[in-house]
């Protein structure tokens, strides 16, 4: 079961609200969730979006990934819930350091490095990727279709009947 934190649509029609929930990946969009965490109302001046921090921060945790939406609003408004600290086993009374647990920020890839790399990199390296299902089903049929062609034994094409007009 893959949990997602997704935005559900709510209000009439030209009149929309948006609840933050917690559901199943599988759950239509605005149908079953597990959980409330927020609302959001774009028609407020300026937008209003609240939401419970700690519980995001819990499902984060938990294995629950946001949508991308929900996920450019935390970092504007409670960026520490999308890097939550994890959960460690803690006796009681011990005291425990919170600056050497948080994970450290992802760093910004430079996509110009990349675009050189890739261009260096040999045509035949590139092209080495694993397969995907279709590409190997389109491959097999461009193999048969290339047999059968060498083999000299073509199926003849049935003609196309011509299109009755209407008058």
Same mark, same amino acid.
């Given at each position: 079961m893959s949990v997602v934190i997704r935005m559900k649509r709510? $209000?009439?029609?030209?009149?929309?609200?948006?609840?933050?929930?917690v559901a199943d990946s599988r759950f239509a969009r605005d149908g079953r969730y597990i959980e409330q965490? $927020?609302?959001?109302?774009?028609?407020?001046?300026? %937008? +209003?979006?609240?939401?419970?921090?700690?519980?995001?921060?819990?499902?984060?945790?938990? $294995?629950?990934?946001?949508? &991308?939406?929900? &996920?450019?609003?935390?970092?504007?408004?409670?960026?520490?819930?999308l890097r939550p600290l994890p959960l460690l086993p803690i006796e009681p009374g011990a005291v425990v350091d919170v600056e050497g647990l948080a994970p450290p920020a992802p760093e910004a890839k430079k996509?110009?490095? %990349?675009?050189?790399?890739?261009? %260096?990199?040999? +045509?035949? #390296?590139?092209?080495?990727?694993?397969?995907?299902?279709?590409? &190997?089903?389109?491959?097999?049929?461009?193999?048969? #279709?290339?047999a059968k062609k060498a083999s000299g034994v073509v199926k003849a094409r049935k003609a196309k009947k011509p299109k009755k007009s209407k008058k």
């Open positions: 709510a $209000g009439a029609k030209k009149r929309p609200f948006y609840r933050v929930v965490l $927020g609302y959001y109302d774009p028609l407020t001046n300026p %937008a +209003k979006f609240q939401i419970d921090a700690d519980k995001f921060a819990d499902w984060i945790r938990k $294995g629950a990934r946001p949508s &991308e939406s929900v &996920e450019v609003m935390m970092a504007k408004h409670a960026p520490n819930a996509v110009k490095k %990349a675009k050189k790399e890739k261009k %260096a990199a040999p +045509k035949a #390296a590139r092209l080495a990727r694993t397969p995907s299902k279709r590409n &190997e089903k389109k491959a097999k049929t461009r193999a048969k #279709a290339k």
